[in-house]
Antibody
Framework: EVRLVESGGGLVQPGGSLRLSCVAS????????MFWVRQAPGKGLEWVSL????????YHADSVKGRFTISRDNAKNSLYLQMDSLRADDTAVYFC???????????WGQGTTVTVSS | QSVLTQPPSASGTPGQRVTISCSGS????????VHWYQQQLPGTAPKVLI????ERPPGVPDRFSGSKSGTSASLAISGLRSEDEADYYC???????????FGGGTKLNVL
């Protein structure tokens, strides 16, 4: 089955860290660009990070640059998001998604919830 | 404020045709493909409706169509149905930001 499954969300205090994971199955993981997209409560979709199939380059939204780092392990069919210096406005559902170059994000995970609160 | 501008809401009655606009700049819509997504419920995975400006992925009904002109794009839904009630987002790569940008989303109500 072609799918993406995220994990690692939870409750964390402001200034804390969290690492999200996304495991892919059923497709050639290394052939795809991989994304993290988030949705804060009551808000729209916000692109967070992108990593190319080979692992480099990586791109991050200005809102998370310097705090979040995307990475991937093609041997494990896994995508990661290391989130440091978390703030209350990072509270959101975080989705991982895949895309081919010049094509849209056509497969999404179910999302994992990150709550930043004291 | 989103880099891509969409109306916050739209509405129509069953059978009608509605259009949702997405306005950007030469750095995003002007120079790159626009994709459209449908999200049935907030917090759930979006679905691709239109890819590369005007292409329908397999399985998407031909009631949905997309177009692009200059720095703006549009999603049209004809023969409106109750199940079309959802949030719709446009998205494009932005060359100046070196990142993807989404519109703020349009909530479609089927009256």
């Amino acid at each position: 089955e072609v799918r993406l499954v995220e994990s690692g969300g939870g409750l964390v205090q402001p200034g804390g860290s969290l690492r999200l994971s996304c495991v892919a199955s059923g497709f050639s993981f290394s052939s795809y660009e991989m994304f993290w997209v988030r949705q804060a409560p009551g808000k729209g979709l916000e692109w967070v990070s992108l990593i190319i199939g080979s692992g480099s380059p990586m791109y991050h939204a200005d809102s998370v640059k310097g705090r979040f780092t995307i990475s991937r392990d093609n041997a494990k069919n896994s995508l990661y998001l290391q989130m440091d210096s978390l703030r209350a406005d990072d509270t959101a559902v975080y989705f991982c998604a895949r895309a081919l170059v010049h094509y849209p994000m056509d497969l999404w995970g179910q999302g994992t919830t990150v709550t930043v609160s004291s | 404020q989103s880099v891509l501008t969409q109306p916050p809401s739209a509405s129509g009655t069953p059978g009608q045709r509605v259009t949702i606009s997405c306005s950007g700049s030469r750095f995003n819509i002007g120079e790159n493909y626009v994709h459209w997504y449908q999200q049935q419920l907030p917090g759930t995975a979006p679905k691709v409706l239109i890819q590369r400006n005007d292409e329908r992925p397999p399985g998407v009904p031909d009631r949905f169509s997309g177009s692009k002109s200059g720095t703006s794009a549009s999603l049209a839904i004809s023969g409106l149905r109750s199940e079309d009630e959802a949030d719709y987002y446009c998205a494009a790569w932005d060359n100046s930001l070196s990142g993807w940008v989404f519109g703020g989303g349009t909530k479609l109500n089927v009256l």
